[in-house]
């Protein structure tokens, strides 16, 4: 089963790393997600840009209205996410366990089952 394993942090921490802090914390998850990618388990993996670069499209009552950023009430943000083929959700787990000891600091992983994956580019219907 695929699991999503999104990534939770405060951008405005991760935001002020160095460079060389950001390439030691890339470097550590690297090692986590090789392994998960030798074993054929790795899905797709996406680091978000900022909140101040996002546009939202809230539902409203008649038509839906597009604002800018996300304006989150949360201390964390959504920074990115994993697409993790895993056994059970034990197993998701302890590939979140594992991120969260390669990325210092704060923060969480949210781990939830994907019901619908579509792994092949879709085609246009002929």
Not at 2 to 15: K, M, P, R
Not at 34 to 46: K, N, T
Not at 54 to 66: H, I, M, S, Y
């Amino acid at each position: 089963m695929l699991y999503a394993i999104l990534c939770y942090n405060s951008e405005d921490v991760v935001g002020s790393w160095s460079k060389a802090e950001d390439d030691a914390v890339m470097a550590s998850l690297g090692k986590v997600t090789g392994a998960l990618a030798s074993q054929g388990r790795l899905g797709p993996v996406a680091r978000l840009l900022p909140t101040t670069a996002a546009t939202t499209l809230r539902k409203g009552r008649d038509e839906p209205v597009v604002i800018d950023g996300p304006f989150a009430e949360t201390k964390e943000q959504l920074l990115g996410f994993y697409l993790v083929d895993c056994n059970n959700l034990d197993d998701a787990l302890d590939v979140a366990r594992d991120l969260a000891a390669a990325n210092p600091g704060s923060g969480s992983y949210e781990v939830r089952p994907v019901g619908v994956y579509f792994p092949a580019p879709a085609t246009a219907p002929a």
